[in-house]
């Protein structure tokens, strides 16, 4: 059973930054191949932010931050990272952690494709 713990969050003004970290533990070396990024704001659905995978295969964005965030992991530390740079108001939402040992290619960004989750990180953007 993998679990996982998301940290880094807080509040920013426009334009900041934060880096957002989560640890997993209890893997195997293989269920946590792929993990990402997903933010869920209130009233809104859940939607994928970034996903990267343990080795080989380029990283996952979704659009609307595409350029401004990075996903990157540290496979020693069992670590995966969001740096979330120029930092919007829409950005606001509560992060979430998720792993799997592999999704369907192309549906990355899919909460359905994972099996283990974090309990969020809460990241609040002002104007």
């Known amino acids: 059973q993998v679990q996982l713990v998301e940290s880094g969050g807080g509040s920013v003004q426009t334009g900041g930054s934060l880096r957002l970290s989560c640890v997993a533990s209890g893997d195997d070396g293989y269920s946590s191949a792929c993990m990402g990024w997903f933010r869920q704001a209130p009233g809104k659905e859940r939607e994928g932010v970034a996903v990267i995978y343990f080795g080989g295969l380029s990283p996952v964005y979704a659009d609307s931050v595409r350029g401004r965030f990075t996903i990157s992991r540290d496979n020693t530390k069992n670590t995966v990272y969001l740096h979330m740079n120029n930092l919007k108001p829409e950005d606001t939402a509560m992060y979430y952690c998720?792993?799997?040992?592999?999704?369907?290619?192309?549906?990355?960004?899919?909460?359905?494709?994972?099996?283990?989750w974090g309990r969020g990180t809460q990241v609040t953007v002002s104007s």
């Open positions: 998720a792993a799997d040992s592999a999704v369907v290619p192309g549906s990355e960004l899919e909460e359905h494709q994972y099996k283990y």
